[in-house]
């Protein structure tokens, strides 16, 4: 019997030898497949994409960041810098600014489904492209190849925003109607035109769609960022398998 358990014991080691030297020469870090860098590029965007939108769309989420809240037009600096000359200009002026970031926020909280069915069309090869590119690849890929079709989906959000009355049963529209309105009573004015100023007519939803989507740009950089560079970040497995490599 003793001989018998010995038998077994060597046998168990040798076993256990083999396997040893099979797992010594077996790749623990398997080489990332087509499908898994796919997938984890699409999830990176996801999570990016819903956290950047979750963030603006929230109350301040513009107008309480100044790296993304959206300011009057450039072409509106002259109302801006005679302001003195329309009674209440300066309250005014605050109101719309403030109206406008109010309606970026109420349309950003439906851009994540809108981005996510952007990102669907990515390519194997674009995956493999982004995971070796900067840390903004992501970032820069979906805005060269989903600005357009994003800009459509997302401006008659941006107009029925401008419709809502958000403050005082007033709408960003009629805001600013109100404020480029007097304004350029007074720039056409003969006083006016004596005094060398110009009116405004800027094209207020298609300004207010640019930036907003600037500024979901904007956040999903970081976002990526964030993914790419701290283990913290990636919330799930696909995510630290990809970029965790």
């Known amino acids: 019997m003793k001989k018998i358990y010995i038998a077994i014991l ?22 990332l497949t087509e499908a898994e860098v796919a997938n984890g590029l699409k999830e990176a965007l996801r999570v990016g994409t ?12 513009y107008y309480g960041d100044e790296l993304v809240k959206i300011v009057l037009p450039e072409e509106a600096d002259i109302i801006v810098d005679n302001i003195s000359r329309i009674p209440g200009g300066d309250k005014l002026v605050e109101d719309v600014v403030v109206r406008i970031n109010r309606a970026a926020e109420d349309a950003a909280k439906e851009a994540g489904p809108v981005f996510w069915g952007a990102v669907q069309k990515m390519t194997i090869a674009d995956a493999f492209n982004i995971l070796n590119g900067n840390n903004d690849a992501a970032t820069q890929y979906l805005r060269k190849s989903t600005y357009d079709e994003l800009f459509k989906l997302y401006n008659p ?10 403050v005082a049963g007033v709408s960003t529209n009629e805001s600013w109607e109100s404020l480029t309105g007097k304004w350029n009573g007074i720039a056409n004015s003969t006083i006016g035109k004596f005094a060398g100023l110009e009116g405004v007519n800027t094209d207020l939803d298609h300004y ?12 999903i950089a970081q976002e990526e960022q964030n993914i790419r560079q701290d283990p913290m970040a990636r919330v799930n497995d696909i995510l630290e398998r990809v970029f965790g490599s």
Do not use: R, W
């Open 10 to 31: 060597t046998l168990a080691l040798t076993a256990c030898a083999e396997l040893t030297t099979i797992m010594e020469s077996y790749p623990v870090n398997l080489p």
């Open 50 to 61: 819903d956290s950047a939108s979750a963030h603006l769309g929230a109350l301040d989420g």
């Open 157 to 166: 959000k941006i107009q029925n925003s401008l419709d809502k009355e958000i």
């Open 208 to 219: 207010l769609t640019e930036k907003a989507l600037d500024g979901l740009f904007i956040k």
